[in-house]
Nanobody, 125 residues
């Protein structure tokens, strides 16, 4: 059984930074692509970004490009989301997820088979 645990969320002022971490239990973390999604109240879950198993390919949503950076440390079974220049519209619960297989549909929640419980990010203006 795979478990994903996010941490690092919190309250920050606009323009500030946060670094989210997602630690995976179980084996074979290093062979899977990982994604970050977020969900604001009353809105659908939204793709933030994704990274392949070795970090060789990384995708970002247009809304976060240039401000957010995804990385991973396979030795520690951890994927990170560095968020800089945060805006109030970034306020949401952030989730990490494991991509089930392949590179098709990296931005589609249905393509991910395991999810963390989420961590709240609140950006005040």
């Amino acid at each position: 059984q795979v478990q994903l645990v996010e941490s690092g969320g919190g309250l920050v002022q606009a323009g500030g930074s946060l670094r989210l971490s997602c630690v995976a239990s179980g084996r074979s973390f290093s062979v899977y692509s990982m994604g970050w999604f977020r969900q604001a109240p009353g809105k659908e879950r939204e793709f933030v970004g994704a990274i392949t198993w070795n970090g060789g390919m990384i995708w970002y949503a247009d809304s976060v490009k240039g401000r957010f950076t995804i990385s991973r440390d396979n030795a520690k079974n951890t994927v990170f989301l560095q968020m800089n220049n945060l805006k109030p519209e970034d306020t949401a619960v952030f989730y990490c997820a494991r991509k089930s297989s392949g590179l098709v549909g990296m931005g589609e929640p249905s393509r991910y088979d395991y999810w963390g419980q989420g961590t709240q990010v609140t950006v005040s203006s």
